[in-house]
């Protein structure tokens, strides 16, 4: 009789070792952690931070997961939570072929690794293993409609917290197949049509936090007997039913697995807004940069983007964002907002920034347009930008695939810096070049107390 699904997953997660890993994957899995932990340590310069600090006086529990960025411990749940919502913050975080996977992954497996005194090379693991499985369920879910109206990657990220906390605590293949399956049934729900879709996008955006919580949570009930349905994936009230999918793929699910590595498609913004914006972004800085006009002297009449139709759309066309939440998915913000020449991140949020008259006078400036043509198999969110001088002339520029996605990426040069301009402003310059040495050499590490010792150290 066939395994179920959960128990394939199982088994390759209690069965994944880090000598076994290809090293471009671990070289990979030690990128995320250093574009996660960067983008957590931004977070901290947004309000969300203060509503998160008050929650976690409110919440009150004890424990011994340390939150990054701070000198208060918790329980490992409610750490992953805190942590989640932060490397999501400013929307500069991972991206994958749905979602942004690090922002659960990495802010469960930091969460449970400092509470079972992990040593290096076993977040490396668990981390892939958290990728691997969180990927995995994403590509198995299937749609028939191209816009759907059930949509929400929290619903799935959830997988990834799970396996990452069953590496960390353990749990043999059939606790971690549970783990799976508890997960499942606790996931959070496809909110994203209405958090970031909806009439104005929040900071609960994608639920990320509920979705780390939730499955290190799963993992610590499994390894003490809690247990979930292992079927959970198949027939017609599987997962994919509860996910708001109309199939779900169980070849994608469980092939390959330990071959071939999801983590392997994981990419890094360089700016800090939707994925689907930043080739958009790139173009125009391109056209501008061919011409030799600076888009602050506004010597040009009108900017056109021609890009995927969903960025023509609600809440992406949005003009005049009114605020951090709304700023992070209205295309012609992020473009004004790189012509500008603003440092990506927590700068491009500050009121000042979105109520700038310089920016407004930009935007007034760009068109959308919906690229209606056939897409093109080599091109990923393809963006045409057109400009449009006052004395008549027209050029243009195109990106097919933007600059750091995984068939694209950024050089680990590039990471390097991005974190170190997002960590500085909550740790300083020094503390944050030792916090970038400890992440760059975790695989030789007996225990990540450096780490969190760097992190965490007194504010």
Not at 85 to 107: E, M, Q, S, W
Not at 168 to 182: F, T, V, Y
Not at 235 to 245: D, L, Q, S, Y
Request: charged letters at 20%.
């Amino acid at each position: 009789m066939q395994q179920p699904a959960a128990m394939v997953l199982g088994n390759y997660i209690a069965r994944e070792t880090h000598a076994d890993l290809p090293p471009d994957v671990i070289q990979i899995a030690n990128n995320c952690l250093l574009d996660s932990l960067g983008c957590l340590l931004g977070g901290y310069c947004l309000p969300i931070a203060g509503v998160l600090d008050g929650f976690l006086g409110d919440v009150g529990s004890r424990g011994d997961a340390p939150i990054i960025g701070t000198n208060r411990t918790t329980d490992p749940g409610t750490a992953a939570f805190v942590q989640a919502c932060l490397i999501n913050a400013l929307d500069f975080d991972d991206i994958y072929r749905k979602g942004h996977p690090g922002a659960t992954v990495v802010a469960a497996a930091l969460s449970v690794a400092a509470h079972v005194n992990s040593c290096g090379t076993d977040i490396l693991e668990a981390m892939v293993v958290g990728y691997e499985v969180g990927g995995r369920v994403a590509m198995s879910l299937s749609h028939t409609h191209p816009r759907k109206t059930v949509h929400g990657h929290g619903t799935w990220q959830v997988f990834g917290a799970a396996a990452a906390a069953s590496k960390l605590l353990k749990l043999d293949a059939r606790q971690s197949a549970h783990a799976i399956a508890i997960a499942a049934a606790n996931a959070p729900v496809a909110s994203v049509m209405k958090t970031v879709y909806g009439t104005e996008p929040t900071m609960t955006k994608n639920n990320f936090g509920a979705a780390a919580q939730t499955g290190v949570n799963a993992a610590f009930l499994a390894r003490n007997g809690f247990e979930g349905p292992l079927d959970v994936f198949e027939g017609e009230t599987g997962f994919w039913r509860m996910a708001g999918a109309d199939a779900c793929d169980l070849e994608n699910l469980t092939s390959g697995l330990g071959r071939v590595y999801e983590i392997r498609e994981v990419g890094f913004k360089p700016y800090s807004c939707c994925r689907i914006v930043q080739s958009s972004i790139q173009a125009s800085l391109k056209v501008f940069a061919t011409v030799g006009v600076d888009p602050k002297d506004h010597a040009h009449e009108r900017l056109v983007i021609t890009a995927p139709p969903i960025v023509c759309e609600p809440p992406f066309n949005n003009p005049a964002p009114a605020d951090i939440w709304a700023a992070q998915f209205s295309a012609p913000y992020a473009v004004a907002m790189a012509l500008l020449g603003i440092e990506p991140g927590p700068n491009w949020f500050s009121e000042e920034q979105i109520r700038s008259d310089a920016a407004m006078r930009l935007m007034a400036r760009i068109e959308l347009r919906p690229d209606m043509g056939k897409p093109d198999p080599h091109s990923q969110h393809v963006a045409r930008a057109q400009l449009s001088l006052r004395d008549g002339q027209i050029f243009h520029a195109e990106v097919k695939i933007a600059l750091g996605e995984a068939a694209n990426p950024l050089p680990r040069s590039f990471l390097e810096e991005k974190f170190i301009k997002l960590a500085r402003r909550r740790l300083g310059h020094d503390r944050s070049l030792a916090l970038l040495k400890n992440i760059s050499s975790i695989g030789t590490m007996a225990n990540l107390e450096p780490l969190f010792a760097e992190a965490c150290r007194k504010f």
